[in-house]
């Protein structure tokens, strides 16, 4: 398995796995108008001009992907969607690793899921997220979490 920047050409297949991908958040919220599901491709294209976006190939084949946007000293993190039948497998969290570790200068990273999305909630919490505030998008509420990046888990993570 490999981690590595998208390029535009990425696009098409990235946008198909988001899709799949948040179609069990929406419906944990009841919420089929969520962005990762009515985003279109030339909206997704556009991201790529000031956004990183990185893809996980596994075989050849892209299975996952996720955003990444500094914000000053605060990475911003989003869009993180595996392919469902690679989910349970370690992928997603090897991916905000790499994602959180993608701007060396970032002091702190941001992310925000639904308020239903109890897994997720769960992971990010076991990674040292915590919750900064709730806030209502559309008709899903989410919660924004948080962690500071110091130079000890930097250096740990350098040395892996």
């Known amino acids: 398995m490999e ?6 050409e990425d696009a098409p297949i990235i946008l198909q796995i ?4 948040y179609i069990s958040e929406a ?12 985003q279109s491709l030339v909206e997704l294209e556009s991201e790529f001009n000031d956004k990183c976006v990185l893809k996980v190939i596994l075989n050849e084949q892209v ?9 000053g000293t605060t990475s911003h993190i989003g869009r993180m969607a595996v ?17 959180e570790q ?15 999305s109890k897994a997720n ?21 989410v919660v924004f979490l948080g962690k500071s990046l110091n130079a000890a888990n930097k250096q740990i ?3 892996k």
């Open 3 to 8: 981690i590595l920047e998208a390029n535009i």
């Open 18 to 21: 988001q899709k799949e991908a």
């Open 27 to 38: 419906e944990l919220h009841n919420d089929f108008n969520i962005p990762p599901l009515t």
């Open 63 to 71: 299975i996952g992907s996720g955003q990444v946007k500094l914000n």
């Open 83 to 99: 392919k469902t039948n690679f989910k349970g497998m370690g992928i997603g969290s090897k991916l905000l690793s790499a994602l």
């Open 102 to 116: 993608f701007y060396p200068e970032a002091h702190k990273v941001e992310l925000f899921t639904g308020i239903n």
């Open 121 to 141: 909630l769960s992971m990010y919490e076991r990674r040292g997220y915590r919750r900064i505030k709730e806030q209502s998008l559309g008709k899903t509420t």
């Open 157 to 159: 993570n350098q040395d």
